[in-house]
């Protein structure tokens, strides 16, 4: 059974850091590039990093460029969000989202897993 589980979502004062990790099983994360996605209330979900499993390049939103890093662990089958220097705009549910594209970013349209969420809400 293929599953995409979020987790290390929570509450986090503005300035202040949370990592996120995304887990898979049933499939292999080397064989998909692994993103994440973000959807706060009345907006739409969009893209906020990326990683190749291929051969590790990354993307990343222009709004969390040197706050954020995706970094990834192959052994555990797992990704990371690190997010630094967090502010009330990052406030949104988090999703992680596994395409067999091997390449960065990934469009939503196009993903094959999706994770179920993880809350992060940032408090000014």
């Known amino acids: 059974e293929v599953q995409v589980v979020e987790s290390g979502g929570g509450l986090v004062q503005a300035g202040g850091s949370l990592r996120l990790s995304c887990a898979a099983s049933g499939f292999t994360f080397d064989d998909y590039a692994i993103g994440w996605f973000r959807q706060a209330p009345g907006k739409e979900r969009e893209g906020v990093s990326c990683?190749?499993?291929?051969?590790?390049?990354?993307w990343y939103a222009d709004s969390v460029k040197g706050r954020f890093t995706i970094s990834s662990d192959n052994a555990k089958n797992t990704v990371y969000l690190q997010m630094n220097i967090m502010k009330p705009e990052d406030t949104a549910v988090y999703y992680c989202?596994?395409?067999?594209?091997?390449?960065?970013?990934?469009?939503?349209?196009?993903?094959?897993?999706w994770g179920q969420g993880t809350q992060v809400t940032v408090s000014s």
């Open positions: 990683i190749d499993r291929s051969d590790g390049s990354t």
């Open positions: 989202a596994a395409d067999i594209a091997p390449y960065c970013p990934i469009a939503a349209m196009t993903v094959d897993y």
